[in-house]
Each structure stands twice: as C-alpha cells, then as structure tokens.
C-alpha cells in the first residue's frame, strides 16, 4: 500500500506559480512511475505530467507544456509540481499518484495510488 498526501494548493492571480509537493510514507518513489492529474469541477479527471521510475522519461499534457514542470527529490519520497504562467483554465484539484505497472501511460485509469487532491484556484 502506498500513502500520498498532497500540500501546496492555494489561490494565486493568473500569471503567477504554485508548487505542489507530494509526500510518501513507508514506501519510496523509485519502483513506481509518478504523475499528477487534475479534476475541473464538474469535468473527468485528467492526466497533467507523470515521470517514469528511472527518472529518463517525462510526459505532459499539451495544456501544460513549457509552464509546468513535474519532478522528484533525491531520496525519491517526494514529487514536486512547478506550475508557472497559470491560467484560469488551470483551476482544479490536483492529485498525485503512482503507477506499479510496467510502462508509463497517461490514462487515469492505468494509476493505482492516489492522493486526496489539493484545491489550486487561479483568479483572472
């Protein structure tokens, strides 16, 4: 079993950054792909970026590309989110997980843990 929590979520004016974090317990990031998601209100959850467990691959999804960076500390129990230039369009709640299986695919429903979700809200 694999515990995240999520911090970092707040309000910030359009223009501005946040950086999520997402904490593990008991267990480390490295035999797991990791990624963020985010859920619209009243929209499906979607994939935001994932970095597979060897570290050599990143993905993004076309919305976020060139402002948000997905990343993970050195003691791999910690995945980071550096959202910059936000937008509006960016309001959502924001999830953590990870992935047991083999390849990294961005597709909700290939992700086995998750994360609670922290509120990030961008104001126009």
């Known amino acids: 079993q694999v515990q995240l929590v999520e911090s970092g979520g707040g309000l910030v004016q359009a223009g501005g950054s946040l950086r999520l974090s997402c904490a593990t317990s008991?267990?480390?990031?490295?035999?797991?792909?990791i990624g963020w998601f985010r859920q619209a209100s009243g929209k499906e959850r979607e994939f935001v970026a994932a970095i597979s467990r060897s570290g050599s691959i990143t993905l993004y999804a076309d919305s976020v590309k060139g402002r948000f960076t997905i990343s993970r500390d050195s003691a791999k129990t910690t995945m980071y989110l550096q959202m910059n230039s936000l937008k509006p369009e960016d309001t959502a709640v924001y999830s953590c997980?990870?992935?047991?299986?083999?390849?990294?695919?961005?597709?909700?429903?290939?992700?086995?843990?998750w994360g609670p979700g922290t509120q990030v809200t961008v104001s126009a």
């Open positions: 008991g267990r480390t990031f490295s035999s797991y792909d």
């Open positions: 997980a990870v992935r047991t299986g083999l390849a990294l695919v961005p597709r909700t429903s290939y992700w086995d843990y």
